[in-house]
């Protein structure tokens, strides 16, 4: 297993550039989500999918959208990238609420993008 | 504030011996920590984790204490090696919600030879 992908590793962009963050998680899980790391920071959630065809809105979601194209991948958009969107993005995914198991989320490698 | 924060920002221990990170956090109503870590350039990396209704659990060379009168949560690695040496995160996730977890700042662990 795979466990987490994402891609790219790298990007740059340029001011209102758009882009779309990919993840994919083989491990059948429900939830995913979308982190973003700031140097000294920890992880804010941006968004998340409790389960297919569902999305809401984390911490900090201003300037992104989400996609939950199927149960395997959760895609994080940013229709007009701006500077303080320079980050480290994370995707992860757990089993869920929906199966009964416990919360622990498995994250994969993360992308690192930056705006100039 | 954040919830959930860390003590120290970073920590140095001679490789050998045990290390202990600790973490606070402020809302009563979590009932699940995590600990990650996370080595440079690599996503967090799940180490161990409690649940609420425990004030201790047991991996491999790791312990996790949780004190709930207090609100603090520690991580114990026994006997630190050099491929200990990471950023090392508490969180917490609330009522059991599938929204995602809040994260400390991070403590960077570094292991003195």
């Known amino acids: 297993n795979a466990g987490v992908t994402q891609t790219p590793k790298f990007q740059v962009l340029k001011t209102g550039q758009s882009m779309t963050l990919q993840c994919a998680q083989d491990?059948?899980?429900?939830?995913m989500y979308w982190y973003r790391q700031d140097p000294g920071m920890g992880l804010r959630l941006i968004y998340y999918s409790a389960s297919e065809g569902t999305t809401d809105k984390g911490e900090v979601p201003n300037g992104y959208n989400v996609s939950r194209l199927n149960k395997r991948e959760f895609s994080l958009r940013l229709e007009s990238a701006a500077p303080s969107q320079t980050s480290v993005y994370f995707c992860?995914?757990?089993?869920?609420?929906?199966?009964?198991?416990?919360?622990?989320?498995?994250f994969g490698p993360g992308t690192r993008l930056l705006v100039l | 504030g954040e919830s959930v924060g860390l003590h120290l920002p970073t920590l140095s221990v001679q490789e050998g011996d045990n290390s202990i990170i600790n973490c606070a956090y402020s809302n009563s109503a979590s009932d699940y920590f995590i600990w990650y870590k996370q080595e440079s350039g690599k996503g967090p990396q799940f180490i161990i984790d409690i649940r609420s209704n425990m004030d201790k659990r047991q991996g491999q060379r790791v312990t996790v204490l949780l004190n709930k009168t207090v609100k603090h949560l520690s991580l114990q690695i026994a006997a630190t090696q050099p491929g200990d040496s990471a950023v090392y995160f508490c969180?917490?996730?609330?009522?059991?919600?599938?929204?995602?977890?809040?994260f400390g700042k991070g403590t960077h662990l570094i292991i003195q030879p």
């Open positions: 491990m059948n899980h429900n939830s």
């Open positions: 992860a995914s757990s089993a869920g609420l929906l199966s009964g198991s416990q919360e622990t989320q498995y």
């Open positions: 969180a917490e996730n609330i009522g059991g919600g599938a929204d995602g977890l809040t």
